[in-house]
């Protein structure tokens, strides 16, 4: 059987996206960036090598399952969830709650998603799709990155949701059970950017928000002397362009997306002010974009001398100056809120 009703669509990140759907589903008529926004998913931090990171890495958003469980708390949506050892367990609750005509979001490592290309798939096992039918031996998924419905063997799901590893799926999966008649968005979305404001400049680690932004780019003025060779160094370089494109929505690190958001709660309150500092973050992700393109370039093309990092580092600089005083002005502007 598949669930008829329920309608895929393409969406800028898989787990903003595969909430969106399902809550859409629901009956709640919502977009994915006031999903986004209104789960503060806004997000910066610089992770330094340990035992367990081979390598510094930056995120660009909230730790996985957390734009979920805010979004829960803030808009009063009940979701309910299971992880599971046994995979038995899991595929039976999956195809009892799918009997139910009730779409399922789950966890898995997009490595087993058949439907992609293989050149395209990598083992990362923070991917969210939605499970919408059962025929056979073949589940109907719905992925945010992929233009249609798709068809993925019972086997590969399973081997994709128990995947191990890094942040490892354990099976998970949630789903909607309730969402509350009236929703006071006007409350939501100021508590909502408050709390960005404060991930980005407020008191936080060093490693956090603006901070964590102008770790990032000193720091990487040192990545030669922690990488093996050349080689190792230009993959560590261009992996900075498949962090922003191909992990943060498109060049901007969530930027895009934060920006239709407050272009979205400008409509709302009605704030120019909200308006134009909409248009201010759209700008700021064509600044993170040009980083991405630089990272590619440098280091398709091994130019990775002091000078070319020097440059790269002042581009990630600069970028934590203009965001620090975007953050500044929204603060102001959110406490007039109306």
Wanted: charged share 25%.
């Amino acid at each position: 059987m598949i669930i008829e009703t329920f309608k895929h669509n393409m969406a800028a990140h898989c787990e903003s996206g595969t909430l969106t759907a399902l809550l859409q589903h629901k009956g709640l008529e919502i977009t994915e960036p006031m999903i986004f926004g209104m789960g503060s998913g806004l997000y910066f931090g610089y992770l330094s090598r340990t035992p367990n990171l081979n390598f510094p890495m930056f995120i660009l958003r909230t730790k996985p399952g957390k734009l979920r469980k805010k979004v829960a708390s803030r808009l009063g949506i009940k979701f309910k969830s299971q992880k599971f050892r046994n995979p038995e367990k899991a595929e039976k609750e999956l195809d009892s709650l799918i009997e139910k005509v009730i779409p399922v979001a789950v966890q898995v490592d997009l490595y087993y998603m058949e439907y992609i290309p293989e050149w395209e798939r990598v083992h990362a096992n923070i991917h969210f799709i939605t499970v919408i039918g059962k025929e056979g031996d073949y589940y109907t998924v719905s992925d945010s990155y992929f233009p249609r419905l798709a068809k993925l063997h019972k086997d590969n799901l399973n081997k994709a949701r128990f995947a191990g590893g890094y942040l490892a799926p354990k099976g998970f999966l949630y789903y909607i059970d309730s969402i509350p008649e009236s929703i006071d968005y006007k409350s939501i979305i100021k508590k909502a950017i408050k709390n960005t404001i404060n991930n980005m400049i407020g008191v936080q680690p060093p490693f956090i928000g603006i901070r964590g932004m102008r770790m990032f780019g000193r720091k990487v003025l040192g990545w030669p002397k922690i990488t093996r060779d050349i080689d190792h160094l230009s993959h560590e370089i261009m992996k900075i362009n498949i962090f922003l494109e191909d992990q943060g929505t498109g060049g901007a690190g969530f930027r895009f997306m934060y920006a239709t958001f407050l272009r979205q709660a400008a409509q709302i309150f009605n704030s120019p002010e909200l308006e134009g500092l909409s248009k201010k973050m759209m700008e700021i992700g064509d600044g993170w974009r040009k980083i991405s393109y630089f990272a590619a370039k440098i280091g398709k093309n091994r130019d990775l001398g002091p000078d070319k990092l020097g440059e790269l580092s002042n581009m990630i600089l600069e970028r934590a100056d203009v965001e620090e005083q975007f953050y500044k002005e929204l603060k102001i502007v959110v406490n007039h809120l109306n």
